[in-house]
């Protein structure tokens, strides 16, 4: 009896080993929790490309929408551990959604890190038919008319709608959050003109605010950013403190083999790398962190720092899932 599962567990790590020598042998999916063409997505697509030549398979892109994130966030936990699923996420999907919605895992014992991706400054945009020409009229406006001000978000825990708890808590004003399933249909109704704002990440705005189609008031960061370099910073612009960032993230459901993950991480960074990967995150207003901050250990040890972080503000304010 010993002998046989002895035997079994030989041809069973004989199984797993031969595995990951031929993986990827097939297409490989990247869930994106959010609408296409928001800025998820937009990273998401920009790095299936390269990764593809990388892993000789084609890396495609599942956008799950729904409930701020934690939808698609489930559905990258939940799949099978083999490496042909990779989750996508951020702040939002990724910590804030831990500590408001009633999730069936863990997000950080049930996931696999595998690499930080970039992050990206906020930035202020309004529909160009809003009064305000600067942030100082915004605040006013937005102080006469509390509660009454539409602004758009990709969800309840959203980056975007955290960036938003943020500002009311910062600038004592109260907004009216306006819900939907990704920033890229919420971009859509503010340059139609359906909504007034959104506290948006630069990587969707950049396209619009360049185009004229919209107005941006102020950037979160601590300095201008080289694509839109007339916005002034929120301390330039007489909010100071006011500075947050949305950082993107990729995982693996729990227990992926330990090869199988490090082709995978070897691929993320081979295309963060990447020239043409680089500028065009830049063109986004985004910033690659430095190889040693790429890897899974990294992303682990950062994922742990921002949920405490993050947790104890979200509850403070009261955030529930609608």
């Given at each position: 009896m010993r002998r046989a599962i002895l035997v079994a567990a030989i041809l069973a790590l004989g199984i797993t080993g031969a595995q990951a020598q031929t993986y990827p042998s097939r297409p490989i999916t990247i869930i994106v929790p959010f609408a296409a063409g928001g800025p998820t997505d937009v990273i998401g697509r920009a790095l299936a490309e390269k990764m593809r030549a990388s892993l000789g398979q084609p890396v495609l892109i599942e956008?799950?929408?729904?409930?701020?994130?934690?939808?698609?966030?489930?559905?990258?936990?939940?799949?099978?551990?083999?490496?042909?699923?990779?989750?996508?996420?951020?702040?939002?999907?990724?910590v804030a959604a831990g500590a408001i919605y009633?999730?069936?895992?863990?997000?950080?014992?049930?996931?696999?890190?595998?690499?930080?991706?970039?992050?990206?400054?906020?930035?202020?945009?309004?529909?160009?038919?809003?009064?305000?020409?600067?942030?100082?009229?915004?605040?006013?406006?937005?102080?006469?008319?509390?509660?009454?001000?539409p602004t758009g978000t990709a969800g309840v825990g959203?980056?975007?709608?955290?960036?938003?708890?943020?500002?009311?808590?910062?600038?004592g004003t109260r907004l009216n959050f306006v819900p939907y399933r990704g920033t890229g249909p919420a971009m859509q109704d503010l340059v139609a003109g359906q909504i007034d704002m959104i506290i948006d990440q630069?990587?969707?705005?950049?396209?619009?605010?360049?185009?004229?189609?919209?107005?941006?008031?102020?950037?979160?960061?601590?300095?201008?950013?080289?694509?839109?370099?007339?916005?002034?910073?929120?301390?330039?612009?007489?909010?100071p403190g006011f500075q947050v960032a949305v950082w993107n993230a990729f995982w693996l459901p729990k227990a992926t083999p330990k090869e199988v993950s490090s082709k995978l991480n070897a691929a993320v960074m081979e295309a963060l790398a990447d020239p043409t990967v680089r500028q065009r995150l830049a063109d986004l207003g985004l910033e690659i962190p430095p190889p040693a901050q790429q890897t899974p250990e990294a992303l682990g040890k950062y994922h742990k720092a921002e949920a405490d972080k993050w947790w104890p503000i979200i509850k403070a304010a009261n955030i529930k899932a609608e």
């Open positions: 956008n799950v929408t729904g409930a701020g994130g934690s939808i698609g966030a489930t559905r990258g936990a939940q799949a099978a551990p083999d490496g042909y699923t990779i989750s996508m996420g951020n702040t939002g999907t990724h009633p999730l069936k895992f863990d997000l950080l014992t049930d996931l696999e890190p595998l690499a930080l991706i970039a992050t990206n400054p906020m930035v202020i945009v309004t529909k160009n038919g809003l009064p305000a020409k600067n942030l100082g009229e915004l605040l006013a406006l937005l102080k006469a008319n509390a509660g009454q001000v959203s980056a975007t709608h955290l960036a938003g708890i943020y500002f009311q808590a910062v600038t630069a990587s969707n705005s950049m396209n619009q605010i360049k185009a004229g189609s919209i107005k941006a008031l102020a950037v979160s960061g601590e300095k201008r950013l080289a694509g839109l370099p007339d916005v002034p910073t929120a301390d330039e612009a007489g909010l």
